[in-house]
């Protein structure tokens, strides 16, 4: 399985951005894909999951401003982030997974999201 991730930037705090992942691959036993991120000199941290059904979980600091959804045709899974926070500044990670939460097997490369203030 790959993972591409795409659709980083900068953004001014306030704002919003959208973050895409698109899946390929032997993906047919996928059903976690979601986003992690990594702020400098932080741990990685889980940001949001959807399963192939469609169900969703969040972050408790991004509930409420990033939405999760996911294109089963397109094998590519969106993330929109609005109200965008200074403490949003990290790498985020698609990652991929059997299961709908962790752990998450594949690990796509990072995509920078950077919000000034």
């Known amino acids: 399985v790959q993972l591409q991730a795409s659709g980083g930037g900068l953004v001014q705090a306030g704002g919003s951005l959208g973050l895409s992942c698109v899946a390929s691959?032997?993906?047919?036993?996928?059903?976690?894909i979601g986003w992690y991120r990594q702020a400098p000199g932080k741990q990685r941290e889980f940001v949001a999951v959807?399963?192939?059904?469609?169900?969703?979980e969040y972050a408790d600091p991004v509930k409420g401003r990033f939405t999760i959804s996911r294109d089963n045709v397109k094998n590519t899974v969106y993330l929109q982030m609005n109200s965008l926070k200074t403490e949003d500044t990290a790498v985020y990670y698609c990652?991929?997974?059997?299961?709908?939460?962790?752990?998450?097997?594949?690990w796509g490369q990072g995509t920078q999201v950077t919000v000034s203030s």
């Open positions: 691959g032997n993906i047919n036993s996928i059903n976690g």
């Open positions: 959807v399963s192939s059904g469609g169900a969703t």
């Open positions: 990652v991929a997974g059997f299961r709908f939460r962790p752990p998450y097997h594949y």
